[in-house]
């Protein structure tokens, strides 16, 4: 089951892909993408996200039987924040 989440951005879509490559590559995780859309995996996690005006979706496709989405939710956003 999927799970996808909206938050409005704080900086540029360019400030925020290097912010999430830098923490993404710290966490041992993969990230590919443009400042439109693009995809991320890590540590059983992985799904996609789209950038959109001031606004990004992130839609997580999979994720460790053992997390509680919500926790899921949190990890992911600090990637993008």
């Known amino acids: 089951m999927a799970m996808s989440f909206t938050f409005r951005l704080i900086t540029s879509p360019e400030n925020l892909l290097a912010r999430a490559r830098a923490a ?5 995780a993969q990230f590919e993408g443009t400042a439109q859309s693009g995809q991320f ?4 996690v992985s799904g996609e996200y789209q950038i959109d005006g001031q606004e990004v979706r992130i839609t997580v496709h999979a994720k460790p039987w053992y997390a509680p989405w919500s926790a899921v939710e949190a990890r992911v ?3 993008f924040s």
């Open 77 to 79: 956003k600090e990637f």
């Open 41 to 44: 995996s890590g540590h059983g």
């Open 24 to 28: 993404a590559q710290e966490a041992g």
